[in-house]
């Protein structure tokens, strides 16, 4: 890749002192390759960069909106409470008993999926509805996490709804508060 | 049989021109990278399987972490007309210094009282300037005001609708997001996004 220099070197003729000449060429090896690595750099670092984010949209709190009643035994009502641990259960609070679950794969997804079988059977093909209640206790990617949860097993219904004092007192029950 | 001579070329190539288009790319691109604005506070935001790239202008973030909120808003002519407006509601007249200072800022997290001694301090020494985040309580309703006025400085502007998006920490306890979500929600914004991370494909 290196340029010989291949002028001068040799005998001179008439023994004339000539100046020797050297090449204008410069090799630029170096730089193209240089330039093309910050270009790469700058490349990546601009389209890598991009904030992504989701998308969520809540319910308007609107008080002159009728709300369209809905069967309790068709929602199911997810309690997020402390050291990453919730709580869901099916129908109205108290009165059916809830579970203590994690956020894992195994945990509140497995719910998810069967809660949303069973009550489409029952409903006669009508989706679940699923309310998320955060209590003071939880954290954001708990929230994030549990909606995670709802996009991946297409959950469309959902909703993030204030927490009752009835079911802090539940999430206190199984000490998870 | 003579011997069938190749004739030697030269392996040198003229790199001139890649040389050129290199460094045109390189311009273009230095100039056109805009580089991450740090966090206030530390930020660890959560992950989520199925995001969405944000739009870079026509944009509002509220940075929380530590219980503290932050906002910020994309575009300086915004930026300009909500301080200005900000200003009126609660009675302060800002300099064109501070305000010069105030459309460069990213995101801030200082309340009302302590704004314009944030702003006339050095910029070398606004990183240490302890922030302490704009107040969510409903007495004063700042953050409420701020959003607001980003929202109307903005529909004004350029006839848009300002997205806002959440940053916030994964470790932030919910009461803090909670209030801010109803802030957004008592001005009718039920539609925002939560910055988050792109988690690995989903099984």
């Known amino acids: 890749m290196a340029e010989l220099d291949s002028s001068g070197g040799g005998k001179h003729k008439g023994g004339k002192v000539r100046s020797k000449k050297s090449s204008t060429r410069v090799d630029m090896t170096a730089m ?21 984010a989701m998308d969520l949209a809540m319910p308007d709190k609107d008080e002159n909106k009728t709300e369209l009643p809905v069967a309790a035994s068709r929602t199911m009502t997810v309690l997020l409470g402390s050291n990453n641990k919730l709580e869901w259960f099916v129908g109205e609070p108290g009165k059916t008993p809830g579970t203590v679950d994690n956020y894992g794969k195994d945990g509140l997804r497995k719910a998810l999926i069967e809660n949303s079988e069973k009550v489409r059977a029952s409903h006669g093909g009508q989706p679940m509805i699923v309310l998320i209640k955060p209590s003071d206790k939880s954290t954001y990617e708990n929230l994030v996490a549990a909606l995670d949860e709802l996009n991946i097993t297409k959950i469309d219904i959902h909703a993030i709804v204030d927490i009752t004092p009835v079911e802090v007192n539940e999430l206190k029950n199984n000490k998870i508060y | 049989m003579p011997r069938v001579k190749i004739a030697r070329k030269s392996t040198v190539t003229d790199m001139t021109a890649m040389c050129d288009v290199a460094f045109l790319l390189l311009t273009f691109f230095i100039m056109t990278a805009k580089f991450k604005q740090e966090d206030p506070v530390p930020v660890a935001i959560p992950a989520y399987t199925k995001t969405v790239v944000l739009p870079e202008d026509n944009i509002g973030t509220l940075t929380i972490g530590g219980s503290k909120v932050f906002f910020g808003v994309e575009g300086v002519k915004i930026r300009e007309t909500m301080l200005e407006e900000m200003g009126r509601l609660y009675n302060t007249t800002f300099t064109p210094q501070e305000k010069a200072t105030f459309i460069t800022l990213p995101t801030f997290g200082v309340p009302m009282s302590q704004l314009k001694a944030y702003l006339n301090t050095e910029p070398s020494k606004m990183k240490a300037f302890p922030q302490p985040g704009i107040p969510t309580d409903s007495v004063s309703n700042e953050l409420f005001n701020w959003i607001r006025q980003a929202r109307l400085a903005d529909r004004a502007l350029f006839s848009k609708d300002l997205r806002l998006t959440i940053k916030g920490d994964s470790k932030q306890e919910y009461p803090t997001i909670g209030r801010v979500i109803q802030i957004l929600q008592k001005q009718k914004v039920n539609k925002f996004s939560l910055i988050t991370a792109q988690k690995g494909a989903a099984q």
């Open chain 1, 32 to 52: 193209v390759d240089l330039a093309f690595l910050l270009i790469t750099f700058f490349i990546l670092s601009t389209t890598l960069n991009k904030p992504k």
